[in-house]
Each structure stands twice: as C-alpha cells, then as structure tokens.
C-alpha cells in the first residue's frame, strides 16, 4: 500500500458557472492550479505548508474575480495523496513576480539559454 502525504490546495467556491469552467463543477469541486486555472482534483495545486497556500490565495483572489466574476470565493484545505511532487517553487516565483497568467511562466524558472559562442 502506498503512503499517504499531506498537502494543501486550494478549493474554488461560489463560481458563477460558464461555459469554460462548468464541466468541472459538474463533476464536483473546482480547484486552482498552480498555474492559476480553475481545474479538477487530479490537476489541484499541492504544496507543502498551509501559509505558502494562504499567500497562493490571497495573490490570485483579484485575478481569478477578473475572469470569473466577484462571486468567486477560495478555501485553503488539507488533503492526502500519494504524489510526492509540490508545486511550491512555481507557487512561490508567480507570488514573488506577482505573474498568475496561466501561459507565462515566471522568469526565474525559465529554462537558462544556451551559451553561444561566434566563429572569426
């Protein structure tokens, strides 16, 4: 049997339902990702302490009104999984870089470019 860790995630209440996001609250509770999208269970951000949750929160909470209307409210909630992965170096960058658009990465983690070096 595998060992259960404990994480926090972020649970999405009271989203008024649209047409991007209403197949997922039809199948139960709508989560955010640690890319900053409204998702399932299987795709919820997980990170290792309750305040990097809390801060993930509080950052996103005017961005995720801005696209989902003001109804939107948010829960920091423990959960058990078997994964071992964390989103929290991608969590914390967006928070430091204040960067929660879900097809930007923050800076820091971008991959280093390649050294390049000219021919005479």
Same mark, same amino acid.
């Given at each position: 049997m595998k #060992?259960?860790?404990?994480?926090?995630? +972020?649970? +999405? /209440? /009271?989203?008024?339902? @649209?047409w991007h996001t209403f197949a997922i609250q039809s199948k139960g509770d709508c989560f955010l990702s640690a890319n900053t999208k409204l998702v399932s269970v299987d795709k919820a951000v997980l990170l290792s302490n309750k305040k990097l949750a809390e801060s993930f929160? /509080? =950052?996103t909470l005017l961005t995720l009104r801005r696209r989902h209307g003001n109804a939107v409210r948010s829960t920091v909630v423990s959960c058990s999984t078997t994964k071992l992965q964390v989103d929290d170096p991608l969590v914390q960058a967006r928070i430091d870089e204040a960067l929660f658009a879900p097809n930007k990465r923050p800076a820091?983690? @971008?991959? =280093? #470019?390649?050294?390049?070096t000219t021919l005479n």
């Open positions: #060992k259960l860790h404990e994480f926090w995630t +972020i649970v +999405i /209440d /009271d989203t008024e339902l @649209q929160r /509080d =950052a820091r983690l @971008q991959p =280093a #470019k390649p050294l390049t």
